[in-house]
């Protein structure tokens, strides 16, 4: 196990929108971000970014986060490197084709719960003992209460993940981790472009200026 200076920082989703910027933020202000991304090479656009920084530490991860194994794993390289975890910030988050809801059928349904809900299960069962383990571990789901029409298997995985993260969070109140939901304004991310193709984008927030509020919670 190593000696480590550096806070720790597991940040999912790390590749693109908030993920990839909370990185950048994160690596600036000495964190060692342990960044993981479902596409590898998306990743390779993260590591040009954070090799831009004089003091960057990084490791960055493939790894696919609705597969118990892969978290199983995750977590234990871990517990054998360093033993603990200070920050989780779980952006990741998938949408499926959108479709009326009386024709989504159970396919598509169970893929989008499985990485939106059991995804942030998975994470919570894994990796509590090593936010336990840090001196102030915490651990930050972004959410989206976006709803409306085609959206109903983005949308109800949301809020059930939501209630996923409000239960930990009141279990944990007294001894830690201290758990927080991190509700963005809108921004130009691929997973929205989806839902609204052709918006424009100077109505959103950047991802930049919402990571910059995120980092307020730390």
Not at 27 to 55: T, W
Not at 64 to 86: P, T
Request: charge should be positive; hydrophobic fraction near 45%; aromatic fraction near 10%.
């Amino acid at each position: 196990m190593q000696n480590f200076q550096k806070k720790l920082a597991l940040i999912t989703g790390a590749s693109s929108g908030l993920g990839f910027a909370l990185s950048k933020l994160l690596v600036d202000d000495g964190f060692h971000i342990i960044g993981v991304s479902k596409n590898p090479g998306s990743l390779q656009e993260l590591e040009k970014a954070l090799l831009v920084y004089s003091n960057a530490s990084f490791d960055l991860i493939s790894a696919d986060l609705k597969d118990e194994n892969s978290v199983k794993a995750l977590s234990n390289e871990f517990l054998q490197k360093w033993g603990y975890l200070d920050l989780l910030v779980h952006c990741a988050a998938i949408s499926d084709n959108l479709a009326p809801t009386n024709i989504l059928f159970g396919k598509e349904f169970e893929n989008v719960y499985k990485n939106n809900v059991l995804a942030t299960k998975l994470l919570i069962c894994y990796f509590d003992p090593l936010l336990k383990a840090a001196r102030s571990g915490k651990a930050i789901f972004v959410d989206d209460t976006i709803s409306g029409k085609f959206l109903s298997s983005y949308s109800a995985s949301k809020a059930a993940a939501r209630q996923l993260v409000k239960a930990y969070k009141a279990e944990n109140e007294k001894l830690g981790p201290k758990v927080c939901l991190f509700s963005p304004n809108p921004m130009p991310t691929k997973l929205r472009a989806r839902f609204f193709p052709g918006e424009m984008k100077d109505v959103l927030s950047s991802c930049l200026s919402q990571a910059k509020v995120l980092k307020r919670l730390i």
